[in-house]
């Protein structure tokens, strides 16, 4: 039996070949996660090259230079006389000691139902500070020597502001000097200077620059001199730092929006990745299953049709031995048609279950040749009308099985009730399904009227609903009988993945009914 | 040559002369069996009888047998391959292939590759003299589903050969007809011929399908063997 296992061998190999939909499916769930982490990357390295200011603590400051509203000299840093009387004094912390780090917190008001026309802050420490307006970082410096002048207009709208500024002292005299001036449209000026209302936070105090209301602990700073006086004498140089504007970030470069699309991505990833897996293990199923059936289909047939077979001639070769019309013979000719039509049920179980049969091409063969078969012995002609070059594309199981049934019933029912002389079996593709049409010139009858043996149809059409087509029947007393099956094939095998990815299970498992018996 | 072969003798059975059949076959009791079979007809009698393919090519050429009775599934070389290389060394003997299951696809490979015709191994002795009969006449016995695939296997090699190995108009008529379901007499009526002159043709069909695709059969089918070992 080794060249039929080589002959079956060769055709699955085939058949696996042409399965490669899986393998595509895969592919476009990857090709999925592969443009979701292009547009992320695409994402992060426009946002890289957008300028930002230095803010570690959520980005929407702007050093912009280009302001037409406000030209900027060329020269940050000038001399000459200035107006510093809205300065404040030098402040500090009680004690004074090198490498020491002092907090400043201040809050204000800007009055509701007013715009701030023009507002600027100088500031200046011995030795270093950082500068917080609401929470965020506005600039810092450590050349006490100079007055730092910022254009924080754009940043003060009505409502509460907090000063928040961290100073350190390298060594000896340390302080703190401050200044700040908003013009506002209704005509009034708000000023917060440096003097002993603003309180010092302790260092252990987290996220201290955010914080709306002092707490109680916090004590007042110290005045230490006017300023002019004391030992840092006036100042001759302010630098002016290019006025401050609210950075108008679009939302694609914001932190929310790059934290979705990360999780998307991952997301997207990883439900590419299951579907992926799932695909493969899908289609390690089906190769496994399809081999199953061919080791199930190659057993039948090496096996029990070559003993069966045997005992067909063993009985024959018996009959030959005894006398004609002997009761024995008689007998032994009975068991052998019967052992012939266990071969022949055997057939048709091989061709159910034998997955090299699972194309539309098989399928009309086997449709053809057992409806020639059936109407052998009745006066109805049998005609065929297939399409000549019927595809090779793949025909399950389930669906040739529940259309072999029911064309069985058809051809049941037209050989006992019909009285036709001919009969066609039209199979055909048509658009995007597959039509059987089982016709007869028989006498028909109407179909309105209900009968006990119409128990055929009912079963025709659930066989053909189970699997998604559906069964017409037209007839007309006097007039012949035409029953037509169609099954879309989007049912079998065009489905979209995601339906494939969905549904395949369910189709895999469907518990193949059990084999028709002969009577 | 606008006929491929020239038409053989009807045979003529009778209890003095008869007919010589070689069964190839490896199992041992359907041999038995078979051989039983056909020496219970007077007018057949088994003069060969062969184990494996191997052996019918040595036996067979020297037995001249008038028929050749052969299992589709051989041990090592196949009943479809020993068909194409006993056609080959003994172009006149007619094969016919046996086999345990109705597999049509197995049957017209056999075919192509120079079986003049198939038989179920279930077959009634009665039905079998009768078969044999038929094949030795010419008219093999051609299902709907045959006729077919032989149009369509004409159809796809139609450009690479020469003219006379095409099909007639009259040939593919008559296997349309066929895979319509017709039978031979049907035919007969529908194209106002005798049921012989339909037989004659599909015996033409059948030595240009043989002509044809000897050669490239056993090339095919010893490809298939070494993938099937490997």
């Known amino acids: ?519 | 040559m606008s006929k491929p072969a020239k038409a053989s003798p009807p045979f003529k059975i009778s209890a003095k002369s008869p007919l010589k059949i070689a069964l190839v076959e490896d199992q041992p009791k359907v041999r038995d069996n078979w051989s039983q079979l056909i020496n219970s007809f007077p007018d057949l009698s088994c003069i060969c009888i062969c184990k494996t393919g191997e052996e019918a090519l040595r036996l067979i050429p020297e037995a001249k047998p008038d028929a050749v009775l052969m299992d589709i599934f051989l041990p090592r070389m196949s009943g479809i391959e020993c068909t194409s290389r006993l056609k080959a060394l003994v172009p006149e003997v007619r094969i016919i292939i046996l086999t345990a299951m109705n597999d049509e696809e197995l049957v017209f490979m056999a075919l192509e590759a120079g079986a003049d015709g198939y038989l179920l191994k279930r077959t009634k002795p009665a039905d079998l003299r009768a078969a044999l009969l038929d094949v030795l006449n010419g008219g093999a016995p051609m299902t709907s589903e045959i006729a077919r695939r032989v149009v369509e296997s004409f159809r796809l090699k139609a450009k690479t050969r020469d003219e006379s190995l095409r099909l007639s108009a009259r040939e593919e008529q008559i296997l349309l007809l066929l895979a319509k379901g017709h039978s031979n007499k049907m035919i007969a009526d529908n194209l106002e011929i005798s049921v012989d002159t339909v037989c004659h043709h599909l015996k033409h069909v059948f030595e240009k399908m043989h002509v044809s695709s000897r050669t490239e059969a056993v090339v095919r089918y010893m490809a298939s063997k070494t993938q099937a070992v490997n």
């Open chain 1, 1 to 519: 039996m080794k060249g039929q296992i080589c002959l079956i061998q060769r055709f699955f190999i085939s058949k696996a070949k042409g399965r490669n939909c899986t393998a595509s499916l895969f592919g476009i769930s990857l090709e999925i996660g592969v443009v979701l982490f292009l547009m992320f990357a695409l994402n992060m390295a426009r946002s890289q090259a957008a300028p930002v200011a230095p803010n570690p603590s959520g980005i929407t400051i702007n050093t912009n230079v280009d302001d037409p509203a406000e030209p900027v000299k060329d020269s940050l840093s000038e001399r000459g006389s200035h107006n510093f009387s809205d300065m404040g004094s030098w402040i500090w912390d009680t004690n004074v000691c090198d490498r020491q780090t002092v907090r400043f917190w201040k809050s204000f008001e800007i009055p509701a139902d007013t715009t701030v026309n023009r507002a600027r802050l100088r500031i200046t420490a011995d030795n270093e500070y950082i500068l917080y307006l609401d929470g965020r970082e506005i600039g810092r410096d450590a050349e006490w020597r100079h007055l730092y002048e910022y254009d924080i207009t754009s940043l003060l709208s009505p409502g509460n502001h907090v000063l928040a500024v961290e100073a350190y002292n390298s060594s000896r005299e340390a302080g703190f000097m401050f200044g700040m001036k908003a013009a506002l449209s209704s005509g009034k000026v708000v000023e917060v200077k440096s003097d002993k209302s603003w309180l010092i936070v302790p260092l252990d105090v987290p996220g201290w620059e955010k914080k709306v209301e002092p707490a109680d602990s916090w004590r007042q700073a110290t005045f230490e001199s006017i300023f002019g006086q004391g030992p840092w004498g006036t100042m001759d140089y302010i630098d002016l730092v290019p006025p401050l504007q609210p950075l108008n970030i679009p939302f694609w470069q914001t932190g929310w929006f790059e934290v979705v699309l990360v999780t998307v991505c991952v997301v997207a990833s990883i439900f590419s990745f299951i579907l992926a897996s799932q695909l493969l293990l899908h289609r390690k199923e089906k190769l496994l299953l399809q081999q199953e059936r061919a080791r199930i289909a190659r057993d039948i047939h090496d096996d029990l049709g070559t003993r069966v077979t045997q005992l067909v001639l063993q009985g024959e070769v018996a009959q030959r031995e005894l006398p004609p019309g002997s009761s024995t013979r008689v007998q032994l000719e009975r068991i052998s048609d019967e052992a012939r039509e266990a071969l022949r049920a055997m057939d048709e179980i091989l061709w159910a279950i034998n997955p090299r049969r699972d194309t539309l091409q098989e399928f009309a063969t086997f449709v053809c040749g057992h409806a020639q078969t059936f109407l052998k012995n009745t006066p109805i002609q049998c005609v065929l009308d297939v399409e000549p070059a019927m595809s090779t594309i793949a025909f399950d199981l389930p669906f040739r099985r529940s259309l072999l049934l029911a064309v069985k019933e058809a051809l049941n029912n037209a050989a006992k009730h019909s009285e036709a002389t001919e009969l066609q079996l039209k199979i055909r593709r048509q658009g995007d399904g597959l039509t059987v049409v089982v016709q007869d010139n028989g006498k028909g009858f109407n179909p309105a009227q209900p009968k006990a043996e119409r128990n055929g149809l009912a079963n025709m059409n659930q066989r053909l609903n189970e699997i998604g087509g559906r069964c017409m029947l037209t007839s007309q007393p006097g007039n012949g009988c035409r029953v037509e099956f169609y099954i879309p094939f989007i049912q079998m095998h065009n489905r979209p993945w995601w339906s494939n990815w969905f549904f395949s299970n369910r189709l895999t498992r469907t518990k193949p009914a059990p084999v028709e018996g002969k009577k």
